[in-house]
């Protein structure tokens, strides 16, 4: 994580964005929700949580299309190509890296 900071903060980044998701720009952490569903419960995204976006914080629906489906299929992309290691006889296959 320090990399990535160190990184963030040579690129000219905000210093205060580092303290927390309650020091970013309102526009960003608006994203927090949506993001959070799409990661772990896809299938419950609701209408309401775009329209959330492009009606009170501020996001065109083009915007938010880009922003959440990119990082999210890039996720599904390697998430899909970490082997998989023998499950054992009671468990369904689990992620893990090959024995």
Known sequence: MEL???EF????G???WLKGL???????TSLY???KV???RP????KEDFLHLTKKAGWSLSE???VTSEPHSMYSEIISNIPRRKSHPHQSGRLGLSQ
Do not use: C, E, T
């Open 4 to 6: 990535q900071k160190r």
């Open 9 to 12: 903060l040579y690129q000219a």
């Open 14 to 16: 905000d210093p205060q």
């Open 22 to 28: 309650d020091s970013a720009p309102q526009k960003l």
């Open 33 to 35: 929700h949506i993001n």
């Open 38 to 40: 799409m990661a772990h």
């Open 43 to 46: 299938w419950a995204l609701k």
């Open 64 to 66: 938010v299309m880009k």
